[in-house]
């Protein structure tokens, strides 16, 4: 009796093995994960230096993002990004009239382009934001604004990362695109009436 209960498990834990060999995340060929096309043809994706310590961050991330921490096996594709960054006050102390809440906004315009063929594969521009909160400490704020901008770069650079999966897609024929659109104005978050108190409806 105990050498066929052994027998069993010996069974089924063969089985779990090979299983366990033949399964892979549904997504990852098409994210890049893993050693599929897609990932060969994000290791060839250079991103040309982005100015600023947002574009600083955020090529940082997309350079460990598109390669998945390894180094780059080519520049067959070259991805140029610009940023343009704004601060948005949201929550306005009532006594001190400074602002509590403060979120960045930022917007980046992208162009991807074989660097072979001369055609850009995807353009066009994306947008991100990330809220931090401020102190009565000046470095306290300082901090907190450099850690907002940090989360800022990596959303972008997942956001991009995910426009460049869908460029360089097995299922994406490659098209023609126009080069990057300009950057928008930029907007002076004083020339808009800040946000006041919940429930401050006076004035």
């Known amino acids: ?9 010996a069974i089924l834990g063969a089985v779990a ?3 366990s060999a033949c399964l892979q995340p549904v997504h990852a060929p098409h994210l890049g ?16 230096p982005i100015e600023g310590f947002l574009g ?21 594709y070259l991805l140029t ?6 601060g948005a006050t949201s929550i306005i102390d009532a006594q001190t009239a400074r602002p509590q809440s ?4 930022a917007e980046a315009t992208y162009e991807l382009k074989d660097t072979q063929t ?31 901008e940090e989360r800022l770069g990596k959303a972008l650079a997942e956001r991009l990362r995910l426009i460049v999966i869908g460029a360089l897609s097995n299922n994406a024929a ?12 930029p907007i002076d978050p004083w020339d808009e009436a800040p946000a006041r108190n919940p429930g401050d409806e006076t004035g």
Do not use: C, H, W
């Not at 990004?81 to 704004?86: E, L, N, P, R, W």
């Not at 403060?102 to 906004?105: H, I, R």
């Not at 001369?118 to 850690?147: E, K």
């Not at 490659?174 to 104005?185: M, Q």
């Open 1 to 9: 009796m105990i050498r066929r209960s052994f027998f069993r498990l």
């Open 17 to 19: 093995g090979g299983l």
């Open 33 to 48: 994960i893993g050693g599929g096309p897609i990932a060969q043809e994000l290791a060839q994706v250079s991103v040309a």
């Open 56 to 76: 600083y961050n955020l090529k940082s991330e997309l350079d460990y993002l598109l390669t998945n921490g390894a180094p780059a096996s080519g520049t067959r």
């Open 81 to 86: 990004v610009k940023t343009q960054q704004t």
């Open 102 to 105: 403060v979120t960045l906004q």
């Open 118 to 148: 001369g055609v850009i594969r995807a353009s066009g521009r994306t947008f991100g934001s990330a809220n931090y909160d401020r102190s009565g400490q000046r470095f306290a704020t300082i901090r907190a604004q450099r850690d907002a």
């Open 174 to 185: 490659p098209r023609r695109t126009g080069p990057a659109p300009a950057l928008s104005r």
